[in-house]
């Protein structure tokens, strides 16, 4: 306990952490009896900016920490190395922000609750998988479902302990749209993610055969093919997503 304010400001050049690497770190810290409180901190990663502020109750047995934070134009490709799922298949640029509260201890996941809402602009999505889930009859599609380019993907996902659940993630393009709903846990098992694909006729008009000799009638609703799909066990592995016939 401190029985007076101290106020601290700490300055770091680089700090690295297992593949995480923090740049121009500016944390300015308010330590009073009771509590810590961030007022904000700044740092460079992933080739972008994070930036926010947070508190430590020190009161309970077990302190307990609230994070809120913004980031801005992360890359995505390197976020995704860094983590070391997904390398090399999803590129853009996030940003995003967070709310976390957790307390600390060792495990820290195991109690970790809060939402993290992002989007991803001028991007590319490669290997997406969906292709291995189309089936013979629909097999004219794979090529034009391996890899998509989007104008931005908007996601919403809860946290509650080692559990996430996407509220909404929606990958938009001109003539092509991803909803996503469902859960997945810490080493990124989905139990079960549900998928709906979406494409226009614009989409599927440099196939050789039409539509209707696709097989693709039974899918149509409007002016849109409407294909659902269903991802149980490892996210990582594409030959786990199936089409829901």
Known sequence: NFPVNLLTIVKVNNLVYENYNFSNIYIHTNFSKYAVKINKFRSNFAKGVIQGNGSVNVLPQTPMAQVKLNCQNLQVNSLTRIIGKFDNRLFGFLNGKL???????????????????????????????????????????????????????????????????????????????????????????????????????????????????????????????????KHNGDLTKSNNLKRIK
């Open 99 to 229: 709310m976390l509260s957790f307390p600390l201890e060792k495990d820290i996941l195991k109690n970790l609750k809060g939402n993290i809402e992002f989007n991803i602009s001028k991007g590319k999505l490669s290997n997406t998988g969906i292709q291995n889930g189309l089936g013979i009859w629909l097999s004219e599609l794979k090529y034009k479902l391996k890899n998509l380019e989007f104008n931005k993907i908007y996601g919403n996902v809860l946290l509650n302990s080692n559990q996430f659940k996407i509220n909404s993630f929606v990958f938009n393009s001109q003539n092509l749209r991803l909803l996503v709903k469902g859960n997945f846990n810490s080493k990124l098992i989905a139990n079960p993610m549900f998928i709906t694909l979406e494409f226009n006729k614009y989409f599927i008009q440099d196939l050789a055969k039409p539509a209707v000799a696709l097989g693709l009638s039974k899918y149509k609703s409007g002016n849109w093919y409407i294909i659902p799909f």
